[in-house]
Every structure is written in structure tokens, then in C-alpha cells.
């Protein structure tokens, strides 16, 4: 799954190791503190939805800002050179603008504790059922990727054998979420964020220089590439070849509307940060927050694959001894002194364990409220639920460790995430979609439209594309067009569900479809400053839309 190259070992001294000790007791820290808040399972699954907007929106990006995006997008950028970017200005800004104007109303009005619950709500058991069930399986799996490939990175960069880095990671992690709860993972998640941002811009400053500054990336590259390389949209049309092996109709649907909107709109990961969140108008403002930083995660993920190119042109390439996944190692090793580098790995391991403690998070909340407490031990009290969440912490940790190996089979990291992304997000957001627009939707339609857009996103990957049966040119292409399949079929069988199956009364809708609310909603912990100019969502919103698309101009010309 994620190839490192030998000779990648890092030449790390006490201080390093010093930095990440430090590190591993501040984690740990946090993890006791926040346990001082954590009274009832809506503390410990929602931080007793008391978190400020600043607070969860780091948390919101850091949760997705894990070490497989790092090196993902980082060999991204080495195989694919800018196109890389549409994964972040295409294929994320406006999804999360959409959830914080439009859904994030439904989701925090309706008071639900996940996003399975307000499919409960919604259409009824047997889509919540499934849904959960998904869900859980999702966030273990991902879980598992991230423990996976922080084990590979750390003994490739230190050493480490990796069940060594596997237990210390895992451990960590259990520790301070079954501490802490949510409110452990989120202020963790704030404290990673800028631990992730300390490692990469001091890379990111010092490989520039090295090359001579993005005027030598650039005649470099253009050089060696070819001048589409450096470009977003070059080569992009309907018939064209290029290393992505997607065009322009493909990008856009596919990857900037059904995969996009599927992940950021539904996956339970993010969503759960927004709902932690005090009132409305912070959980509005928490994807809207993240959205800015997100915005600009290239300049220090994608700039240092280019930059690792300059510096080692045949990566990637047979005989090489280096793999696209070994960009941003590289780097690490020829550039940083200690000290520094020291800050690089924990910025590194900090990457990994927001992205495993976000899933696992999630995994606990699902599993507790959406199967255990709503179909297997009903009506207990508070405390049991608790006490639950805190044994299903341990339970999901170590179902991580095992489903970590049946990535193995997939030769890019961000290639297995993006194939879990379209069988299991984007039919959740058809379902999300067409059930918040249209009162008409029955609870039928609900589960059979997610039911077969999963199916159909299976059949597409599994036996159209890799039995050949159909000519796509790449993973992530196949990834593009399963997110399609999945987005179609399941709102056709929604569509055609529903006009034979009887709905539900519009009195039992409110604050679940558009043009409802729940009642009082708006006052519902308003606090005085939440209406001034700067933090209106709109301007938020599309502030966030207007900067990602005047960060396209460079690379369109």
C-alpha cells in the first residue's frame, strides 16, 4: 500500500527524540484535563456540544489533514503535478461551504448525535440501520490505513519495527480519546494542526530556496514534465491522455460535486467536529473556518512534491529506488537539521494520529448510539452508555490495527481512500440530498437508494474496471466515474422508490427537509457578537469560494 524507499533513514539524535517525548506528555495532558468535562455521554461522544467555532473549525480540518493526505497529496503532486490541486479547491471548498450554509441547520436543529441519526429521523430503521453499520465499517477501515502507514513511515524515517510504532501510536490514541472523549480528540486535534503546520512550512521555506524558489520549479519542471504539467485545466478535455486519466466533465462531477460533496457533507469524521460545537451559528461557521486553511494546504503538501521532483527527478520512475510516497521523506532527510527534523517527525506522527483519532472517534459514537444503544440495549442509563463508549474506544483502536493490512493490496494510499470515499459516501449524500429537498422522499426510497448506489459503485470498480470490461485509465478515473455510477443509480431508485411507496407526514419533517425548521432553533444558544459582519456564514462562505478560485489563476495560464 505505501512503498518506502531503503536509505530513507533519518539522522535523528536525543534532541528529536526529546521534541517527540514532549509531544507524546502534552497529548497525554490534554487527554486528563479534558476528562474534568466529561460527566454524561453527550460530554464524552459531543463535548456537550459546548466547543467555540474557532476550536472545532481547526479541529475540522486537522481531522482530515492526516499523514496519508500528506504523503498522498505530496505524491500526487510528484505524479500528477498540479492537477493535484482540484482535490482542495474543486473537490473541497465548496462542499464545505454547502454544509455549513445549508445542511449543518438540519443536522444541528435536529439534535441528533450523529449523521445515522438523522437518517433515523428522516426515513426510518432501516436506512439508519444500514447507514450505521457503514459508517462503522468505514471509520475502522480508514482507522486502520492511518495506523498502517504511520507504522511503514516511522520505520522507513527512524527505524522503528512497526509493530513497535503501531502499539505507541495506537496506545496514544486510545489513551487520551478514553480519557477525554471528543473533547480530548478535538483539543488535541487544534494542538496537531499547528504541530502538522510546524513541520511543513520550514520544509516547504527550505526546499524552495534550495531549488531556487518556484521560478526554478517552474523552468525545471516545464523542462523535464512538459508545460502541462504546472497547469490545472491543460490537457484536461473530453479525449485528451493525461496522468490523471480523468477530463474536465470528470473532474467536476465527479470528483468536485458527488465525491466531494459525498465526503464533506456526510462523512461523520467532520461532521462530528461541527456538531460539538455551542450553538448554531458555530456550527455553521466551524466548515467555513476550516475552509481557510484548507484553502491554502497545497502551498506545503503539493509545492514539496514539485520541489522533491527538482531534487530527485527520476522519483517515482522503475529502477529509481524511490516511490511517489517518498516525496516528502526525502525532504526530511536532505534538508532539515536536527532539531528542526525532530519537529518534522512528531509533525508527521501528530498527522497520523488526527487522522486515526477523528475515524475512531467517530467509529465509538456510531457504534454506541446508532447499534448498541438503539438496537441492543435500549433505555440503560446514562452512565452505561459511557461506559460503553469508553470499552468500543478500545474495541475500534484495535479493529484498526487488524483492517490496516487489507489496504496492502492497493498500490497508492490515496487511490484505496478514494475508492472507500465512493462506495460509501457519495451514495449516503444522494440519500442526504434528495431527502432534504424533497418532502415527497419515503423512508423505502431511503434505504434502497442507499442500498443500491453502494452496490452500484461496487460493481462499477470491482468487475467493469478491473475485469477490463471498460477502458478507464487510471484508479482514481475509475474512482471518479464509481462516484457517478453511485451518485445516479442511487437517485434513480430513490426517485422511482418513492413514487410507489407511501411518505412520511410533513408534520413529522420539521427541521428535517428544506423550507422546515425546528422550533426555536435560531434562539437556541444565541450569544451576543454571533450576528457581527466577520462572522456572518455567507460572507464566510463565499469568501472561501471566491479565494479558491482566484488560487486557480496561476495555474491556468
Known sequence: MLHLAEGLRLPTNGLDYTILAIYFAVVLGIGFAA??????????????????????????????????????????????????????WIGAIPAMVFLGLVMMPFYYGSKVRSVPEFLLHRFGPSSHLLSSVIFAISSVLIAGVNLYAMAIVLEALLGWPEWVAIVVAGFFVLAYITIGGLSSAIYNEVLQFFVILAALIPLTIVGLKRVGGWDGITSSLSASQGGDFLTAWDGTGIGEANPLGANWLTIVLGLGFVMSFGYWTTNFAEVQRALSAKNLSAAKRTPLIAAFPKILIPMVVVVPGFIALVM??????????????DAIPVLMRDLLPNGVLGIAVTGLLAAFMAGMAANVSSFNTVFTNDI???????????????????????????????????????????????????FFNVPLFVVFIIGMFW???TPAAGFWGLLSGTAAAMVNYFWL?????????????ANFVSSIVAFVVGGIVMVVVTLVTKPK???QLAGLVYGTKSPGLDLEGAEEGDEVWYRKPALLGWGAIILAAICYVPFSF
Do not use: C
Open 372 to 422: 448498541w444503544a438503539a438496537y441492543l440495549k435500549k433505555g440503560r442509563e446514562d452512565g452505561y452508555y459511557l461506559k460503553v463508549g469508553r470499552v468500543v474506544t478500545a474495541v475500534g483502536v484495535l479493529i484498526g490495527m487488524g483492517t490496516a493490512f487489507i489496504a496492502a493490496g492497493f498500490s497508492n494510499i490515496m487511490n484505496y481512500l478514494q475508492t472507500l470515499f465512493s
Open 505 to 507: 407526514p410533513v408534520e
Open 439 to 441: 418532502k415527497r422522499t
Open 465 to 477: 474496471y478491473q475485469q477490463g470490461i471498460i477502458d478507464i485509465p487510471s484508479d482514481q478515473g
Open 35 to 88: 476528562r474534568r468535562s466529561v460527566k454524561t455521554s453527550l460530554d464524552f461522544f459531543l463535548s456537550g456540544r459546548s466547543l467555540p467555532a474557532w476550536v472545532t473549525g481547526l479541529a475540522f480540518v486537522a481531522a482530515n489533514l492526516g499523514a496519508t493526505e500528506i504523503l498522498g497529496m505530496a505524491a500526487n503532486g510528484v505524479q500528477y503535478g498540479a492537477y493535484t490541486v482540484h482535490w482542495y
Open 312 to 325: 530527485e527527478p527520476t522519483i517515482g520512475q522503475a529502477g529509481s529506488g524511490l516511490d511517489y510516497n
